[in-house]
């Protein structure tokens, strides 16, 4: 297969099995290029030859589009928008925060803020689907 495909979210987890639950083998930072080795439905097996790294990564964490970090250069303007890059660091940007902020000043962000700052680790995500009996559709229990 082999296709580039640049990481679209702001750390990208390289996983050893095609699963949320697998051990995670390295992260890679939002624009890297990686070569897609092989497509598993929802999760592709990508190479980062600047790491060497190898391993699986969940296709939402990928795009097929050439992210630019640096104004200037020539393929710019292919390369995401200042809005898909806000997004794709989960959040707005904080002008977009600010000014969503001014058009509704009633709303209260203090739980949106909390939610974000939670973390869950491995751990704790494999006992909670322990509990309750889930087992991820195409991934390791």
Do not use: C
Not at 39 to 47: C, E, Q, V
């Amino acid at each position: 297969m082999d296709t580039l495909m640049s990481v679209q979210v702001k750390e990208g987890q390289v996983r050893t099995s095609p699963s949320f639950l697998a051990a995670i083998l390295g992260k890679l930072a939002y624009g890297e290029r990686v070569s897609v080795l092989k497509d598993n439905g929802g999760w592709m097996k990508i190479l980062d030859s600047n790491s060497g790294v190898s391993g699986w990564m969940h296709s939402s964490a990928l795009t097929t589009k050439k992210i630019i970090l640096k104004a200037g250069k020539k393929d710019v303007a292919i390369s995401a928008t200042s809005n898909e890059y806000a997004l794709a660091g989960k959040g707005f940007n904080k002008q977009v925060e600010n000014q969503y902020r001014k058009d509704n000043p009633s709303l209260d962000f203090s739980w949106v803020d909390k939610m974000g700052r939670y973390r869950v680790s491995s751990k704790q995500m494999q006992q909670f689907l322990a509990t309750g009996k889930v087992i991820p559709l195409g991934g390791a229990a």
